[in-house]
């Protein structure tokens, strides 16, 4: 088999992608591509490989079967400048290998993320505070970084370690690393990326990384958000409550368990909604015939009316 080469993939080679105020990713390289993941699920399928069957159906087959070794046969190499405080987060959503700064860089690093202001969300109960709040607090975080760099600045002066020095640096500064990891692995961490609990930034991280492997492998990414990313799992009881629903019974869940399920279905199965009420009929009705009338019709149509007998 040869390379695969991937023309939309080629376009972004070595070309940062950025995200927030001062971070990105930039692909580096890649193994791989949906050919070599079709032939993987054929080879797990048939026992041999070859041009036969579509690589669409193949791809989706193996991923609603649960199936996910094929997806090894596609890696990724980035480079990846985030915040030091994502760094956790990103190792615990996926099993890759990194390669980064470390403590012994005789520089310290000069960029720093600034988060923005959240926009409204009208679903959310936390809603964001105002302009004149946030710019304040903004205010105070730069304040603080720069007088912990200035301190970290004195310490190296002093002849501190840099792996001491590092302990100081606030969490917001950012950072570089090498970031090596498969399809799987890297799907795996867009999907806890996107629900990781008040971290929106490590979500738009994983987005770019997502929109980035959809050039090199467009139908593995397009079978996993309909499989995977987009498909809802329900609970023993949320499934014999969808079947009492469809015989007209009500909902057997209450509390967080019922708001859950309504989430997942994404309406109130139980609420009435305004086209389900009865309109009043506005056709006209006609007054039901009685059984002499159609008694008449039957011997031979409408009775005659009785001749009128002439005054005199």
């Known amino acids: 088999m040869a390379h695969c080469i991937i023309p939309d993939a080629e376009r972004i080679l070595d070309k940062e992608q950025p995200v927030h105020d001062k971070g990105f990713i930039r692909l580096i390289d890649y193994l791989g591509g949906d050919r070599r993941i079709a032939d993987a699920a054929r080879l797990y399928q048939s026992g041999h490989s070859g041009p036969e069957t579509d690589e669409r159906a193949l791809i989706h ?35 890759s290998r990194t390669c980064g700064i470390d403590g012994n860089h005789p520089e310290l690093p000069a960029d720093f993320y600034r988060p923005s202001l959240a926009p409204p969300d009208s679903t959310n109960e936390n809603q964001p505070p105002s302009k004149v709040i ?30 001491v020095v590092q302990l100081n640096l606030p969490r917001t500064t950012y950072t570089r690393w090498y970031w090596h990891v498969g399809l799987r692995d890297l799907l795996r961490f867009t999907h806890h990326g996107f629900t990781a609990v008040n971290r929106r930034e490590i979500g738009d991280y994983a987005r770019a990384v ?44 209450s509390g967080e368990e019922r708001e859950r399920f309504v989430k997942k279905l994404g309406f109130d199965p139980e609420q009435k909604s305004d086209a389900s009420t009865p309109q009043p009929s506005t056709k006209k009705t006609t007054p039901k015939k009685s059984a002499s009338t159609k ?14 007998k002439p005054t005199d």
Do not use: Y
Not at 137 to 159: F, I, N, P, Q, Y
């Open 61 to 95: 087959t193996a991923l609603r079967n649960g199936n996910e070794a094929p997806l090894l046969q596609v890696a990724f190499s980035f480079e990846i400048k985030l915040p030091l405080f994502l760094i956790p987060i990103w190792i615990e959503c996926c099993e």
């Open 295 to 308: 008694r008449r019709r039957r011997r031979g149509g409408r009775p005659k009316k009785a001749e009128e």
């Open 134 to 163: 946030w710019n304040k607090a903004m205010s105070m975080m730069t304040d603080d970084r720069k007088r912990a760099v200035g301190h970290c600045e004195k310490m190296l002066k002093d002849g501190i370690p840099e792996t």
């Open 210 to 253: 997502k929109e980035t492997a959809r050039r090199v492998c467009p139908i593995a990414v397009e079978a996993f958000e309909e499989v995977i990313l987009n498909a809802r799992h329900f609970t023993q009881r949320e499934i014999a409550s969808i079947g009492a629903l469809a015989r007209g019974r009500p909902l057997a869940l």
